[in-house]
């Protein structure tokens, strides 16, 4: 379960970073493809439990292509060196 969170986690951050190497690029129909972005939201999160309160978000989550490209990377990566 921890191998996969990290996969996922370290294939959002790669994917985050080609998504901003591909915007440096000049305007184009492709460009404008693998960088529109869908973003996922959950309201700010609340937990009080008398002694302690804590106060979390909002949690936004931006996919694209190049997401889910850099997820499927770091997955392979891993795979190669089981």
Avoid: C, H, Y
Avoid at 6 to 29: D, H, K, Q, R, W
Avoid at 41 to 57: N, T
């Amino acid at each position: 379960m921890l191998r996969t969170v990290l996969i996922i986690a370290g294939g959002f951050v790669m994917g985050g970073l080609l998504t901003e190497l591909v915007a440096t690029l000049p305007a184009s129909a492709a460009r404008q493809f693998f960088i529109t972005t869908v973003a996922i939201s959950l309201e700010p999160l609340a937990l009080d439990v008398k002694v302690l309160a804590l106060s979390v978000g909002p949690l936004i989550l931006r996919v694209n292509f190049l997401t889910v490209v850099g997820v499927v990377l770091v997955a392979w990566f891993a795979r190669s060196l089981l």
